[in-house]
């Protein structure tokens, strides 16, 4: 499966927003989310930091619809993490949540048909919050006409101008949501143009040599080496893993996004790997679908000196099965691996 696999890479390109709102099916950073299923949201307690208890906030979507399937004529992924760097820890799937949305041909929402420039937004699906996009059910309870995920949220939109145009007959479109939300982006699949140079590359070797000595059968067969040894040898391939990382990432420096369903993450360091991946709900297995890479962070604004968040990449694990729920958003695995100190 993952030898043959040929992976497809994802670049930042700031473009016109409209081109990103869900009647459009985009792949994009930042901003609100363009939900799939616009009905049966998670609500915004699924949304919370386990760490902090704040909503998380909307970091990327995939759109990556799987042939032969007919419940995933449509079908998306979504990442959304708390923005704390309190809450970020090293080598963990906390503050992540990844969601998954997908649709057959003939759904609820959108015509059967590819859109156009003047496809309209489908408008039967959940109240939205006006300020982070996320399911709403909390309104202003003046005006009635603005939604909200939670009451911080609802505090920066009043702080923000809601309270000059309350009660107004205007609409009021002017909240401004950059403190809350990432900057805006669409995200460009392309192929990886890559060639192997050999059948296995050192680093490869090494990799593999690296997982061996970390195995059990290893370690009986390995009592005559002092463990000094072994963590030397360890610390060697771990060089080699990086090195892989940085050789193969080298090809397009710009990449933000791995995209191989099935294949295997390119990871960052050989300590920490995301070796215990739980299981879906349906019992299926997860695989890894993609993963977000750290040139991400220099476009979102959090890349900066002191406390910030930060990642080596994020491993993102789905339903091998692809269980189908309706119109219902299901819960998949984040894994976040950090280089090694
Ligand atoms: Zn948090
Ligand atoms: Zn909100
Ligand atoms: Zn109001
Ligand atoms: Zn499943």
Redesign the pocket.
């Known amino acids: 499966m993952a030898e043959n696999s040929h992976v497809d890479l994802g670049f930042v390109e700031k473009t016109d927003t409209g081109k990103l709102s869900c009647q459009y099916f985009p792949s994009k950073v930042g901003g609100k989310p363009a939900w799939l299923s616009l009905s049966s949201l998670p609500s915004p307690n699924q949304i919370l930091c386990s760490k902090c208890n704040n909503i998380c906030v909307f970091l990327l979507q995939v759109y990556a619809p799987i042939e032969d399937d007919d419940n995933s004529f449509h079908r998306t992924v979504f990442v959304f993490l708390c923005k704390n760097p309190n809450c970020h820890q090293p080598n963990s799937s906390v503050p992540f949540i990844a969601l998954r949305s997908q649709l057959p041909r003939i759904n609820d929402f959108y015509s059967p048909d590819p859109p156009t420039p003047v496809t309209p937004v489908p408008d039967n699906g959940d109240k939205l919050c006006v300020v982070c996009g996320i399911s709403g059910p909390k ?8 939604s909200y995920c939670s009451k911080e949220h609802q505090i920066i939109d009043w702080k923000k101008g ?1 309270k000059l ?3 107004e007959c205007k609409e ?1 479109k002017t909240t401004n949501t950059s403190q809350v939300l990432f900057q805006e982006y669409e995200l460009l699949i392309e192929d990886e143009e890559f060639q192997k140079e050999e059948e296995k590359s050192e680093p490869e070797k090494k990799e593999e040599l690296h997982s061996f000595l970390k195995s059990e059968k290893a370690s009986s067969l390995l009592q005559d080496c002092s463990s000094e040894e072994l963590e030397k040898m360890s610390n060697q391939s771990e060089d080699k893993v990086f090195l892989k990382f940085r050789k193969r990432i080298d090809h397009a420096p710009e990449q933000v996004l791995r995209y191989d369903r099935g294949g295997c993450p390119l990871l960052v360091s050989s300590d920490n790997k995301p070796d215990k991946i739980p299981n879906c709900t349906c019992g299926a297995q997860r695989q890894f679908e993609f993963q977000v890479m750290p040139q991400l962070l220099c476009h979102l604004g959090v890349d900066q000196v002191g406390d910030s968040i930060d990642w080596g990449t994020l491993c993102v694990y789905t339903c091998s099965a692809n269980c189908y729920h309706g119109n219902q958003y299901q819960q998949e695995y984040l894994w976040k691996q950090d280089y090694s100190k």
């Open positions: 309104c202003c309870s003046k005006c009635h006409s603005r809601h145009n309350c009660n009021d």
